[in-house]
């Protein structure tokens, strides 16, 4: 609001009353300061831009219910019913509100995205992708609504926008693991062993020139192992489509090791477990980072998507299974937080993924060691308008 100064006093015309220079300024600072007061009263109400949201999750929630009670999130991931506990989750949690979470590769759901706001189609209200490179640029596009949940202020620094244009909600860790019982007293003891021809046609990987965050792992594995050691261990396995692929195939029993994919942190504690995570506690490198989320500007139902990301974001949430993105949350037991593991390299995955021209570079040469990627996307073909 702009406000118009005082007109000067003619002082040719004689007045009844002379005001103080201190009583005018001390009314326009009353003024000032009931308009300030008035905005952020209603910018309370609705999360003021720049400020951490101070509603709790039942007044957000009251708030999505009277929206309509449902909402779309475009989410990166393999399998179609992968984020189904997510979903049962929510809306056990907030009843009457549902939630289409609608999964497929991240390098297919950006372009997806990408096309409905130049058609101005867009579907999704949230996007949870592992494509960190599109958000700084959506950012830029004004395309993102700039949102901070409640517990933004606790979220390491590495893991959101200053802006809130976008916050991590999950961190996702990749790397190796294997099955206790397959590989018996013969476990290995860092993937440089997966060279070693005893392993031949007992390994499963995603493939690395399907998957950006599985080809940033095995970039990582070539820096430290060698081309040769790809080579060998190329001969050793089946790749797969679907970064998860391996690990379902070692924890059913089906391949001794897992390799490129989603990996549980793994303390070594739990002498029950059938299968054994190779990370932290080996000097391997793995890769970990955080999945980032935002609302987009356009989204038909923000009330529903602000309710979202404040209980991903939440301590309930938080304190589950796996690191947390936010320092006030403890790590699982015998752990130390994620960005405390230099093996994690939490850094490398975000310049990796800017860095398109590099990526592809890379990509083309792991293709020249393993061929390329077979078969058809494990989450189906969704088309253009999945969750319309």
Known sequence: MLFNPLPTPNQQQPRPHRFSRTLVAATIALSVAAVGLALGTAAHSEGRPGAEETRTLDQLYRA?????????VYAGGDWKDQQDDTKRAFEKRFPGIKVEMVVDYSKYQDARIDNQLATGTL?????????????????????LLSYKPAGFGKVHDRFKDEDGAWVATNVLAFGAAYNKELVG????????????????????SAYPNDDDATLYLYSRYVKKFGWHWLAGMARNTEFLR???SAGNQMSAGKKAI?????????????????TVGMLPNTSDPFMAWGQREAILKHAKHPAAAKLFLN??????????????VRTDVAAPAGLKRVWQYQNADIDGFPAFMTDRGAAERLRQQMTVYIGEAKGEPTPGRLGTHPGR
């Open 242 to 244: 679907g970064s998860d």
């Open 123 to 143: 579907v999704p209200d949230v996007v949870q992708l592992q494509t960190l490179q599109d958000f700084p640029r959506w950012k830029r596009e004004g395309a």
């Open 185 to 204: 007293h013969d476990a290995p003891h860092s993937v440089r062993d997966f060279a070693d021809p005893k392993w031949k046609g007992r390994i499963a």
């Open 311 to 324: 209980w991903q974001l939440s301590k309930e949430q938080q304190t589950s299974d796996g690191w947390s």
């Open 64 to 72: 999505a219910k009277a929206e309509g009670g449902r909402f779309v």
């Open 258 to 274: 897992g390799l490129g994919g989603w990996v549980t942190p793994d303390a070594g504690k739990d002498p029950a477990a059938t």
